[in-house]
């Protein structure tokens, strides 16, 4: 039964091609994205501000517990895909010639693909195992007790003598390069293809080609989602208003220029 599975996403996943791009063009997603964003500017903050509450709220509730509370916010990293659906939907209606609003939002959200639901759903788990992993790790090795960024900085990014901030790198790239190769593109694709041509696994195998084929564009966007999105945090989470936003309106823009779709 697996087996069968995994050979109709394969065919499913072969359905659709993947376009040669040379290296700066994720600079183009981000320049379309802004386009984009300043196309439906309420509509569009108000999903980043919903963002950076979200952060917010991460913080007032683990603020006193910062070894939960790093692996929090970069676990928010692996489940953002899923949240940027609405925004998804919104440059799918800009790129149509139609105008979204608040109703994009209500449509891309309504449960009633369940594809969506599901992918949510492993990526969540995948973002609370990694907040468990984090926290197990800092709250085991550290030398001392993390209560807050003082802490997590002098003894554990500042101490030479135990390598942990190494190790909490290297346990959180393990994690995040193959679940961010499986959602580049898989949760855009999942939104613009029916159940019919395209399940949650063919979307996982589809993003994987993506990579496989362009690494180092790939590579680069990845860093620039990185370094996007800790200036975001680092600006006391207000800078998610519009950072945020501007990136999942630019990941629907990798989505169509890296793969054909079947009506194309």
């Keep these: 039964m697996p087996d069968r599975f995994s050979e109709q996403a394969l065919r499913e996943s072969q359905a659709f091609g993947v376009r040669p791009i040379p290296l700066l063009r994720p600079l183009g997603w981000l320049a379309r994205g802004w386009r984009d964003l300043w196309q439906c500017p309420v509509v569009s903050l108000s999903q980043g501000a ?42 799918r209606e800009i790129d149509l010639g139609r105008r979204p609003g608040w109703h994009t939002l209500r449509e891309a959200w309504r449960p009633r693909d369940g594809r969506l639901i599901v992918f949510g759903v492993l990526l969540a ?88 084929e362009h690494p180092a564009p790939i590579a680069l966007w990845a860093a620039l989602i990185l370094a996007l999105t800790v200036i975001g945090m680092g600006t006391a989470l207000l800078g998610l208003v519009v950072i945020a936003p501007w990136l999942g309106h630019a990941s629907w823009h990798a989505y169509r220029d890296l793969v054909t779709r079947r009506r194309d």
């Design 50 to 91: 919903l963002m950076a509450a979200f952060g917010a709220l991460l913080w007032w509730v683990a603020h006193e517990r910062f070894w939960l509370l790093s692996g929090a916010f970069s676990g928010f990293l692996i489940v953002a895909p899923v949240l940027a659906t609405g925004l998804y939907a919104m440059s």
């Design 125 to 212: 788990f995948a973002g609370t195992g990694w907040v468990m992993c984090s926290a197990s790790l800092v709250t085991g090795f550290a030398p001392e007790p993390i209560r807050n960024p003082r802490d997590f900085l002098f003894k554990v990014v500042l101490n030479d003598a135990s390598h942990l901030f190494e190790l909490w790198l290297a346990l959180g790239a393990v994690l995040a390069a193959p679940v961010f190769a499986s959602s580049v593109v898989a949760i855009p694709a999942l939104l613009d293809q029916p159940p019919g041509r395209l399940g949650v696994l063919g979307a996982v195998f589809t993003s994987w080609r993506v990579v496989l």
